[in-house]
């Protein structure tokens, strides 16, 4: 029975129209594997890097790339290829928590606000709009000033920043379904308003979701190395590569790569983010059903004859 | 016990809200019975307020006037606590069986809802026996229990509808029109099922449909609704051998007759659209669209009027 169930899974995500959609295009599937890569590196980053990346090596100062050093050392003497592979995990950490932060939050509240409706959705929605007049950055370093550096503090911040956005859309999803029939059924079933919303209205509320998390994962790193570059993030020894992008731009005259590589880093791991989450969010919209995917091939090849 | 009523309306109203103040009058002022094991079938075209009086006597909507008993006992004013033990008594079909199941829920799992909330079963295996025989009485096939929905076609998606319908054992269901999605052998199926549970298990039936030929096949009494109000209830049989209202009459000329023969026949086709159902002025509603409107059918409400026993009608010609 089990065994059976868990095949039927399987078969499910193999025939997923979503997911062969999603990985059609190669450049998406190039992003992936990119992001399982980088996330493989933040994991393993004790046996991967070369140095230890918080070891001050002060004869060695601003060193050019090298065998040793294969992306120089920093003003400090630290060997900058580590400090990128330990910032991973700051950014990789910062942003899931980041956007688990935001999204419970943000759909706690859409669903608070889209079921009850009256002047329980308006207050929450008026708080909502408020916050998203503010720019998310402006936000989030307003938030970081109240509540301090650290690991935490900068996911708490930059993951309450970008809760309207959740709140938004899940409102809207909640709107468009209480009033399907299931939902009423729900209700002739015996189902309370708390059961009903939770088992019938919230799960049919996630895949729009669930697009913005991937979408935004690319926002909270993004968001994290802005943090950290402007001296709001992650306190000093740790690495990060938003700190290491700031300490290092002064130096990008004599040696650029000091800046540039983190600075690179971010930018992959944010622009792999952000195509897989319009990837999915192509993959999962309605309106664009059978015209992306089925033989994307053919009419390229197509296009090509003419 | 046969001649036992079961639910019964007293001039039922319900208006919804339309802008600043106007008022949508989507039920207004019906009245009727049904006694226990009997079929009311409703009928109307669309927009004329028929599936708001299934959802008003289920208690969906709040009632704006008027009062509904049920089996004696008054729940137009019940809150949703004092309501839910009634509500475990009388259950809903749907019109749209695709929109009306959870498309996140496995057909067990929907049947099994309304099992799992009351906490009928004592453990998994008593449920699971529940659900395999709710779905050999509906005729599912076993080896869909754990299927989905949307993996079905709309005929089983119905069976499911009724399934969970019947999982607790209603007395009174609320049929809204349930097989006008399906194709023509599929409702056949549909009709013959609901018909046999109605005799195998004494279920009432109000049955809300807009098919005049589906209504004859299935009910025992039938009102004919017209902007929110009912312009003529009658006995099945009375209904289609003596239609006395000229809507009535009209409902009965736009049904096709399958046969090369009717091509002689003259038909009286209704003309014009639905009057707004927004605030309408007193006097009969069908007056606009009634070959035989006079003044004297503007200007008051034309009550009910008895004209044979067991058949009303409202019409200034009776």
Known sequence: ?306 | MEDKILIEAKNLKKYFKVGANAQLHAVDGVSFTIKKGQTLGVVGESGCGKSTLGRVLLRLYDVTDGQILYDGVDITKMDSKEIRPIRARMQMIFQDPSGSLDPRKSVKELIGEPLKIYKVCKNQEEYDRRIAEIMKTVGLSERYTESFSHELDGGRRQRIGIGRALAMDPEFIVCDEPVSALDVSIQAQILNLLMDLQKEKGLTYIFITHDLSVVKHISHEIMVMYLGQCVEYAKTKDLFANPLHPYTQGLLDAVPIPSLKAKKLSTQIMRGELTSPVDPAPGCRFAARCPYATDACRGKDIPLKEVEPGHFVSCTRF
Request: one cysteine or more.
């Open chain 1, 1 to 306: 029975m089990e065994n059976t169930k868990k095949k039927g899974l399987l078969d499910r995500l193999k025939s997923s129209r979503v997911l062969r959609v999603m990985f059609g295009r190669k450049i998406i599937v190039v992003c992936a594997v990119l992001i399982l890569v980088m996330v493989l590196v933040a994991i393993f980053a004790p046996v991967i890097a070369p140095y230890d990346p918080n070891k001050d090596d002060l004869y060695n100062v601003l060193k050019g790339c090298s065998a040793e050093h294969w992306l120089g050392t920093d003003s400090n003497g630290r060997d900058v290829l580590s400090r990128i592979i330990y910032g991973a995990r700051v950014s990789f950490t910062v942003g899931l928590v980041a956007v688990l932060i935001s999204s419970v939050i943000g759909m706690a509240l859409g669903l608070i606000s889209g079921v009850a409706g009256g002047v329980v959705d308006s207050v929450i929605m008026r708080i909502m709009d408020a916050m998203m007049a503010v720019p998310m950055l402006i936000l989030a370093l307003f938030l970081g000033a109240i509540l301090g550096q650290g690991l935490f503090n900068v996911c708490l911040a930059i993951g309450i920043s970008m809760v309207p956005q959740y709140a938004r859309i899940t409102r809207g999803q909640v709107l468009s379904v209480r009033n399907a029939d299931y939902v009423t059924a729900g209700t002739l079933c015996g189902a309370s308003r708390v059961r009903n919303t939770l088992v019938h209205v919230f799960p049919n509320c996630l895949s729009a979701n669930i697009v913005t998390m991937t979408a935004s994962l690319g926002g909270a790193i993004l968001a994290e190395a802005n943090l950290s570059f402007l001296g709001m993030g992650i306190s000093p020894p740790t690495a990060s590569w938003g700190a290491m992008v700031s300490g290092g731009y002064k130096y990008l005259s004599n040696q650029p790569v000091i800046a540039i590589a983190p600075g690179i880093a971010i930018m992959i791991v944010v622009l792999c983010f952000n195509m897989c989450g319009d990837a999915l969010r192509d993959a999962l919209d309605p309106k664009l059903r059978g015209t992306l995917g089925n033989g994307s091939k053919k009419r390229r090849k197509a296009t090509k004859g003419v």
